[in-house]
């Protein structure tokens, strides 16, 4: 059998774009942050070896490794501060009093609407930006649509 008559896998070369596939990290409110954030790897020890690398090497292909590690470590972060907000949010919608939740109900229901307005605004930007736009801004109006739809929850499961 010849090896040159197999077929090559193609070597894939990670990029810092390769970083914003799902959806961006998720915006931890200020008000909760303390507790949703607490015990959380929120990987900075190897965004500064990724930093490093970069700084060093100038290009991305000899930082194969630390973009591999920084998208894992990540991921595994957004989904648990996702889920560490939404029990918040739920948390908060049964047990603080009617009045401030429903305040709270309706600055989410605000945000929304304006995260709404300001990806339909985007749609009109072309190119890379405009992406990254789109990208953001739905990811930021996934993530609030969620939390509201936990604060409700909690709301409507008071005895």
């Known amino acids: 059998m010849d090896v040159d008559s197999q077929p090559t896998m193609?070597?894939?070369?990670?990029?810092?774009?390769?970083?914003?596939?799902?959806?961006?990290?998720?915006?931890?409110?200020?008000?909760i942050a303390s507790h949703v954030l607490e015990g959380v790897d929120?990987?900075?020890?190897?965004l500064r070896k990724l930093f490093l690398c970069l700084q060093i090497n100038d290009?991305?292909?000899?930082?194969?490794?630390?973009?591999?590690?920084?998208?894992?470590?990540?991921?595994?972060?957004?989904?648990?501060?996702?889920?560490?907000?939404?029990?918040?949010?739920?948390?908060?919608?049964?047990s603080i009093p009617l009045d401030e939740?429903?305040?709270?109900?309706?600055?989410?229901?605000?945000?929304v609407t304006s995260l709404e307005r300001r990806l339909i605004l985007a749609s009109g930007v072309e190119?890379?930006?405009?992406?990254?736009?789109r990208w953001s801004l739905h990811g930021r109006l996934t993530d609030s649509k969620k939390r509201l739809?936990?604060?409700?929850?909690?709301m409507d499961g008071r005895k």
């Open 127 to 133: 190119g890379i930006e405009g992406f990254r736009q």
């Open 59 to 94: 290009i991305e292909p000899f930082c194969q490794d630390e973009i591999a590690l920084y998208k894992q470590c990540a991921d595994r972060r957004d989904k648990e501060i996702r889920k560490r907000l939404q029990d918040s949010e739920f948390k908060l919608g049964s």
């Open 10 to 31: 193609e070597e894939t070369i990670l990029v810092g774009d390769d970083l914003m596939t799902g959806p961006p990290s998720p915006i931890v409110p200020p008000d």
């Open 42 to 46: 929120l990987c900075d020890v190897i």
């Open 101 to 111: 939740a429903k305040e709270r109900t309706a600055q989410l229901e605000a945000e």
């Open 149 to 154: 739809e936990f604060l409700k929850q909690g």
